[in-house]
Each structure stands twice: as C-alpha cells, then as structure tokens.
C-alpha cells in the first residue's frame, strides 16, 4: 500500500512566522501535491511537482512556495505566515498521468 | 478551465438505505477522468472510484456505483446498502490528460448514514 506520510497533524504558528510542512511517500512516484482544503471549497491545488526540482503552480499559490529536492520529500513552505493561511493542507502523490492520487492524512494548520 | 458543482452540502440517510450523491462539471474536454474520493473523519482520503470518459460503461465497485452521464455532464454516485462507515464527506474530481495529473474537486458533500 501507498504510504504518504505528513510530517504534521496539527500545527500552530504566529503570523509573520516562516513555516514548513514536510510531506513524504514511500512509493517512488513521480508526481506530489499540495491542496489546501476549506469548508465549502473542497480542495484547491497550491502546487504540484512532476520530478525532482521541478515545480508548477497551482490555482493558489500565491503565499506559498515548494521544494522538492528528493523524489520522495515535497515541502510546502508558507514564507511569511498570515490568519488567512490557516487551513487544512493535505499532500498528495500519484505515480504518473492519469494514476489516482494518494492521500496524507492532513496538517491542520492554525496562524494566531 | 475546468469546474466541479457538488450542490448538495449535506446528506442523510437511513443504514441498509440508497442515496445518490450528485456531481456536475464543465469542461470543453472529450476525454478526461472523473473520481469520486471519500474523507472520513480520521481525514484520510480514500479514492471510491474512477470513470474514463470514453467509457460508456458505468463504474462500478461493489456497493458504489456511477452514473456517468457524458453529454448532460453529469457523474453521481450511488451508495448501496449504505453503512455507518460510509458517513464521510464525498468529492467529485475531475482530471484532463495531459494536464499532470492536476485535479479539480468539487465543494464536497457531507454524508451522514444514521443507524
């Protein structure tokens, strides 16, 4: 079974805080995501990464930067924290094309 | 760009009970990938099934099932026999080839099987 592991469940920071939140999967797949999901707007991509330093915006990234210096670690980054971050973020994989995604288990993320 | 409508926010229904959850999307597309995913309230999302839109065949997968209707734009999901693991929140997503496997979702619905 697919493994991917969110470094976090629960997470609280302050604004202005710069903060990580590691996602890692343990099947070798190519491509790795990350969703912010908010009551009433389901899930929305921030970015996605198709190999190793590669990188794509999503619908939201503004705020938001990635690293993705191993296959396996896809980091999502909130530069300079602010309250309108705070959200459920939820990381993502799939081996390639039309594959289904694979889930994390979530980091509620609180800024205060 | 693609959009996904869930319009049911939340649904209940009676354990050993059928409900049908609705899902509407617009695309210009003629070949893309529709998913309804399942996040229980452990928070991990579970893929339910998946239809390939130049497949005429409803998907199925035990007591879930589609209807897949291409022309109205059109993907519910129907849940058999309905159990009181089911209650989760349901998305519908919809994904384009070619597009790196990005994902559109819907607003999701709440499900909630009453004993």
């Known amino acids: 079974d697919v493994k991917v592991t969110q470094s976090s469940r629960y997470l609280v920071k302050r604004t202005g805080e710069k903060v990580f939140l590691e996602c890692v999967q343990d099947m070798d797949h190519e491509n790795m995501f990350w969703y912010r999901q908010d009551p009433g707007l389901g899930l929305r991509l921030i970015y996605f990464?198709?190999?190793?330093?590669?990188?794509e915006k999503g619908d939201i990234p503004e705020g938001y930067s990635v690293s993705r210096e191993k296959k396996e670690r896809f980091s999502l980054i909130l530069e300079s924290a602010s309250t309108n971050q705070t959200s459920m973020y939820l990381c993502a994989s799939n081996l390639w094309g039309d594959q289904p995604q694979h889930f994390g288990d979530g980091t509620r993320l609180s800024i205060l | 760009a693609q959009t996904v409508t869930q319009s049911q926010p939340e649904m209940s229904v009676q354990e050993a009970e059928t409900v049908t959850l609705s899902c509407t999307y617009d695309t210009s597309e003629n070949n893309y990938y529709l998913f309804w995913y399942k996040q229980p309230p452990s928070r991990q999302m579970i893929l339910v099934i998946r239809q390939e839109a130049y497949k005429q065949q409803n998907a199925t997968e035990n007591r879930f099932s589609v209807n897949f209707q291409k022309a109205a734009k059109s993907f519910s999901l129907k849940i058999s026999d309905s159990q009181l693991g089911d209650t989760a929140m349901y998305f519908c997503a919809f994904m384009k080839p070619g597009s790196g496997s990005r994902l559109t979702f819907g607003e999701g619905t709440q499900l909630t099987v009453n004993p």
């Open positions: 990464s198709y190999d190793v330093k590669m990188k």
